[in-house]
């Protein structure tokens, strides 16, 4: 298969196209406008594989995408690409709708014209909402209620793929996962930044009460599930992806300081983001029952194996933190921003 891979150069974007390279016999040509979060770096060791192609792009370049599609012969996109962090999207709406909506109304049409074999959207779980403590989770029936500017713009781009579907008979199939944990996350999410931070002997900044719920799965488990959809599930079918492994943020957060055996007087409680969603839950069942898919990673496993990875790779993390992505963390942390001070 010649798969078109968008965003590959991101955190689950980079981890999906070496699981092809690696697993398979695929063609992979990787579309990335490498914004502040896509980093080359993170597929060293393939960029000179006979059956990978980079392409520097923007998937909201028509003309590029409609070429692509052709000269490469692609059946199948993986769709990654995206503006991904919801607190960016609190500051900057605009790129959000713009990339990830517009973004995947221009891959949609390219793929009808071009007659595609098939279309996967990778959505996520925050399309639903927010979840009660004790409600049951997320499952493909629940409406979907978005909070956040991010969520709202994928749920755009979810529901899109849905009417090119139904309308015009595009072969597409959507995931919705929960949040995702692993190598090469960018350190501005959760996890990668609580282990730098504390890496760093700096305060980790817990938002409000530390009690929202998040449902963890690996990177790896999150692709297989992706690969499965492709090659096995159901055109125009929606599938819930997600672990069963619900943990509050600051319960997690600990668990990561005393991994690091660094101390709790670290953790610094910090005014809480606008509109924060309480709680994610995933119900797995379709793709468990349908396409024979589980987790592999054991959390705990999972979590060491991450941690020893951001230790062994310091220099990926320590070059980001250092550029660019500091004076966005500055103006987010630091003196008059955002999340300064206690709330
Ligand atoms: P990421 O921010 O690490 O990577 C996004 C990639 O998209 C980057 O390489 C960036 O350069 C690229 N990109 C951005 N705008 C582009 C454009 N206009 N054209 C081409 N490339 C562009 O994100 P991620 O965490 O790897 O998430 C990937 C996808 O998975 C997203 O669609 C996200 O909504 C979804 N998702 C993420 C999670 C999670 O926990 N991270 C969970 C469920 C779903
Ligand atoms: P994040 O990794 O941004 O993922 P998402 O918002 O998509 O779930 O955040 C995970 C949770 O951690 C979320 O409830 C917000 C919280 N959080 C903090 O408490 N402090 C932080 O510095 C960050 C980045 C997140």
Partial sequence: MNILVTGGAGFIGSNHVRMLIGKTDDRVVNLDLLTYAGNLENLTGIEDHPRYRFVKGDIRDADLVASLLAEESIDAVIHFAAESHVDRSLDAPGAFLDTNTRGTQVLLQCALKHELDCFVMVST?????????????????????????????????????RAYHHTFGLD?????CSNNYGPYQFPEKLIPLMIANALEDRSLPVYGDGQQVRDWLHVSDHCRAIDLVLRQGRAGEVYNVGGRNEWANLDLVKRLLEILDKPESLIEFVKDRPGHDRRYAIVADKIRGELSWQPTFAFGDGLAQTVQWYLDNRNWWEKIRSGEYRAYYDSMYGDGGRYQGRS
């Fill in 125 to 161: 779980d925050e399309v639903y909402g927010s979840l009660d403590p004790h409600a049951p989770g997320f499952t493909e029936e629940t409406p979907l209620a978005p909070n956040s500017p991010y969520a709202a713009s994928k749920a755009a781009a979810d529901l899109l793929c």
């Fill in 172 to 176: 597409v199939r959507i995931t919705r």
